[in-house]
């Protein structure tokens, strides 16, 4: 009779890149695939919500919460705190995974990085331009950066219901893609998104995250003592016109990605544990016993937390609070969208709403295609091995599907609230468009089963 340890495979073993990179890649996609469900349902109540009661959805969204501190005085309304202050945990959560692909994944090799740099790279640029085209000399040209985003939840969410027959390496491409994309995003909101600069609350946002890098050097541990520094790195943040959010990508890319506790001393530590307890449970005084065994327990509990890296340690705590609440209820308070009147036959008249989704349903998959394919042409990138290039051009597709970044680039954007409402109503038809199409596409060309293995081509 075989156990479940008769059964280990590559995948699930101690090695290193299985380890490292290969089964938090895997988590991370499942609980994400899950979180693009929540998204879309979230969506949807939103917008039924306010296309049913209208009045009652802006009252409560519209709701001004102050909170008063001694050097900051914050008045808000609900919509404003999802948009500059739960967001900031996703855009951690983002950073950590961008920084942990670096590290250990995908980015980490260089040839292996070309191919889905490059591609979102293109992926960025075409759209751009085909934004630039609709709307060149009128008022929706300030929102170019509109179709440059990759909803990663969204998308990994339509690639899960293919099964099975995806190859590992195409979900990794997907992946590394939308986190490369998300790099070009958060660039975009730091270089273009800033408002008029307060140097000395700027100041003060820097020299807390160098507080944080003294923290990482004398070793302090607590997660508690990095939250309260963190909360007043947001609100430098905020005060300093950087759009607050970039907190977030500051925290994530400063967590160390290393644990304090070698992995390969872990079992010869824990035998030292096992020998302690045991010591503790012959001795007949139960109080003496109690005491050694309860140390030797709260040991093991440190190994266990030490020999696990930060940067793993603070995403699995957080990637479950993003995907199945935060952004969920950013979709909600995002989806306000009233399509009744005359909201769709202006969306469709509007070169922001064309904009928009023209960038993300072509842009996405001529750029992503196009860059991938030229990047492998001329030797600089390497193609998963076994992966056609019409899956490639699937994957592309899912792409363009821009939801939650998409539409927080466009409250950026525009201060005028109808230029909002056409780039998200373009922004969600397109994302329909694109989940369809890429999902249709990658069922017809998908195999049952393809290696993982990297070829080089060209």
Known sequence: MTTPWDRITWQNSDHMVARLAVRPATRFMRIEAAGGLMLVVAAVAGLIWVNTDASSFHDFWGTHLSVDLSIAHLNLTLEEWVNDLLMTFFFLVVSLEIKREIVHGELSDRRRASLPVISAAGGMVVPVLIYVAFNAGGDGIDGWAIPVATDIAFALGVLSLLGKRVPFSLKIFLLALAVADDVGGIVVIALFFTEEIDGVALGAAIGLLALIFAMHRIQVRAIGAYAVV??????????????????????????????????ENFLESMSRYRARFEEGMAIRDERGQRNLTT????????????TEPPLERVEHMLVPWTSFVIVPIFAMANAGIELGGSALPDAFESSVAWGAGAGLVLGKVVGISAAAYLSVRFGIAMKPRGVTWSQIAGVAMLGGIGFTVSIFLANLSFDEEQLVIDAKIGIFAASIVTAVAGYVALRLFLHEESPDEFEEEG
């Open 230 to 263: 963190g909360a007043a790195l947001w609100l430098a943040m905020h005060e300093s016109g950087v759009h607050a959010t970039i907190a977030g990508v500051a925290l994530g890319l400063a967590t160390p990605a290393t644990a304090p506790y070698l992995r």
């Open 295 to 306: 140390g030797t327990l709260h040991g093991v509990e440190e190994l266990a937390r030490e």
